[in-house]
């Protein structure tokens, strides 16, 4: 979502800020700032709604330099996207703030500060900050203690980065429900909320936990914990690279994306099976004890992630035999739900911050669940610290706002979980044997999916008028389907709904007409004569299908339907292929519409608040 970047150097900031906010451009926004203290300590701020390349703009018209500076991307929560609304926010040309969050309690503090003689220049909660702090320090308090004082009248979420006209050698940085990092650096130090942002300065990265704030100056780094106690935090080393979140020769990030999938599943196995048997211990030492004791599998993700819960739902149950319960976060951590005896709390999350999964796990642990379990791409988040046990996705960065390559390796890093579950109740051994076979094939089958790309161009043509799609499966299927329906919509506006193919009678069959592109994905398995049948309904009121069929399903193509024929695939793993065209299609759409690809309207890539 929102993007902070902070510096404290012996020389010029700017380029780190506006590289780093470059390079936060993936999580979304739609404005963008900068402050900085120039040589005689005065606050200088340039905002820009819409794209950096307009805060560049804008920059050379009232240029700006410091040896310390605060920058942000915005993506609009409390008014707005207006140049009034962007970060940094400044009070009485003293400090200024960023922040990523939501303040719950903005209003009564508001209230307060307006009685107080403040003037409010912005629709946002984050101002409410900034001139909490200003009151702080003008009653005599000491930088860090004003920001201390400040976030505990905050009630919500924050990751702040504050910078005072009256302190101009400190960077002063504290989170809570949001994620933040400090980056290390030669004669430099950083702040950033995310790793990549700050992956062309340095790779050494101490991760915030819950409650810190931090004071930086260019040589040194003090840490007070929740309880205001100083504290050292341990020093990551980073091996993300900077070349990892540049485009390349791909037009899009997307695009790079889907064609990095086979690298990115072959990663995610790479160490974790040997002689065609899964090694347990990819989940933690102490995977194997606790699996030995897990009877039910509750599943808790958002988005992609949960449609991917959706998929492994079929596999706990029909290859493990183990019952899966699957829920979206935010609807979980809202409701009372009974919890089962040796229950693993499984989350899934593309980035490990997202607002709504973190707090379930937390609700989760609350409520007495045996066992949490994370499946993450992002080894440095929070999801992954808070987590018993983890099973990193290896994907890799991933920029692209409509998420690829994490759903792939989302769904092999929960078949491997299925295996390892499933020996102890209703898996066999050449079961395991032959879905582990499978999985060393699945790179190069991907790359055998990727070359229908050009005949899926030549498809998108016909989408590009439409303003309705319905994607259908069955099985394991419906779960792709779904996945296949919000990829359109997500890039290419294209309302679109994933529907199992069986309940056509129940409804949507009274939106089909020659209007409404049918995609349906039609693996060889014990389900085709039904999808068959229910294709046949489609056929019948004028729909116009387009099917991604098995090689020895049978289907041919007739007037009205377009088959695209995809190598055949065993039971376990054809969700992970039939997704590969889904995503193509969903691309060359977008490319048609003249949408943001990487970027589509409204939408963040790590939803950080609820």
Not at 220 to 227: L, N, T
Not at 336 to 346: A, D, G, Y
Not at 511 to 535: F, S
Not at 562 to 584: N, R
Request: hydrophobic letters at 40%.
């Amino acid at each position: 979502m929102c993007g902070i970047v902070g510096a404290i150097a012996k020389t010029d900031v700017l380029s780190t800020l506006v590289d780093g906010l470059k390079r936060l451009e993936y999580r979304g926004y739609d404005s963008a700032g900068i402050a900085v203290l120039d040589e005689h300590a005065c606050l200088q701020r340039v905002r820009s709604p819409g794209k950096i390349k307009k805060l560049e703009a804008a920059l050379e018209k009232s240029p700006a330099a410091g040896v310390i500076g605060i920058a942000h991307t915005r993506w609009a929560t409390h008014g707005e996207p207006t140049e009034a609304n962007a970060h940094p926010h400044v009070c009485r040309k003293s400090v200024a703030v960023v922040h990523n969050g939501i303040i719950e309690n903005f209003e009564a503090l508001k209230s307060r500060q307006k009685a107080e003689g403040f003037t409010f220049t912005s629709e946002t909660d984050t101002e409410v900050i900034v001139h909490q702090l200003y009151k702080y320090l003008d009653q005599g308090k000491a930088f860090v203690d004003a920001v201390v004082a400040t976030i505990g009248d905050l009630q919500g979420a924050y990751a702040l980065g504050v910078i005072s006209t009256d302190h101009p050698d400190q960077l002063i940085t504290a989170r809570r429900g949001s994620p933040l990092v400090i980056g290390l650096g030669e004669k430099a130090n950083y702040i950033a909320s995310d790793v990549a942002a700050l992956i062309a300065r340095t790779q050494e990265f101490i991760f915030l936990e819950e409650g810190d704030v931090a004071v930086l100056t260019p040589d040194s780094i003090e840490i007070r914990d929740a309880g205001g106690q100083k504290v050292e935090r341990k020093v990551h080393h980073s091996k993300l690279s900077a070349d990892a979140v540049e485009r390349g020769e791909y037009a899009h990030y997307m695009l790079k994306e889907i064609y990095e999938q086979p690298h990115a599943i072959a990663e995610t196995l790479e160490g974790r099976i040997s002689e065609n048997r899964l090694l347990e211990d990819a989940f933690g030492p102490k995977a194997g004890k606790i699996f030995d004791s897990i009877e039910h599998i509750q599943i808790i993700a958002c988005g992609t992630s949960y449609h991917a819960g959706l998929v492994a739902r079929y596999g706990f149950e029909d290859l493990a035999g183990v019952s899966c319960n699957v829920e979206v976060a935010s609807e979980f951590r809202y409701r009372k739900s009974v919890v089962l005896p040796n229950t693993l709390f499984v989350t899934i999350s593309q980035s490990g911050e997202t607002a709504d999964t973190l707090a379930a796990l937390r609700v989760a642990k609350e409520m007495g669940f045996s066992h949490t379990l994370s499946i993450c791409n992002v080894a440095e988040s929070s999801l992954v610290r808070e987590s018993e046990l983890v099973l990193m996705t290896r994907a890799g960065p991933e920029i692209g706002v409509a998420s690829t390559k994490a759903f792939t390796t989302q769904l092999v890093g929960l078949l491997l979980l299925i295996i390892a579950i499933g020996r102890r109740h209703e898996l066999k051994a050449e079961t395991e044997q032959k879905i582990i076979e499978q999985l060393r094939q699945l790179p190069a089958m991907i790359e055998n999916a990727l070359q229908l790309d050009k005949q899926i161009q030549a498809l998108a043509s016909r989408f590009g008028k439409k303003h309705n799609a319905l994607f259908l499966g069955r099985g394991a299927q419906f779960p792709v389907a779904l996945e296949g329906a919000l990829k359109l919509k997500e890039i290419s506006y294209i309302h679109a709904e994933g529907y199992p193919a069986g309940e056509l009678k129940h409804g949507p069959l009274a939106l089909v007409d020659a209007e409404t592109p049918i995609v349906a994905v039609a693996p060889n398995d014990e389900l085709l004569d039904k999808l068959k049948g229910n294709l046949q309904e489609v056929r019948a009121r004028g729909g116009e299908l387009y099917v991604f069929a098995d090689i020895d399903s049978g289907f041919e193509e007739t007037e009205g339907m377009t088959v695209l024929h995809v190598a055949p695939t065993d039971k376990a793993i054809s969700p992970i292929i039939f997704t590969i065209p889904l995503q193509l299609l969903s691309y060359h759409v977008a490319l048609i519409k003249g949408t943001d690809v990487d970027q589509p309207r409204n939408l963040a890539k790590s939803v950080t608040v609820e």
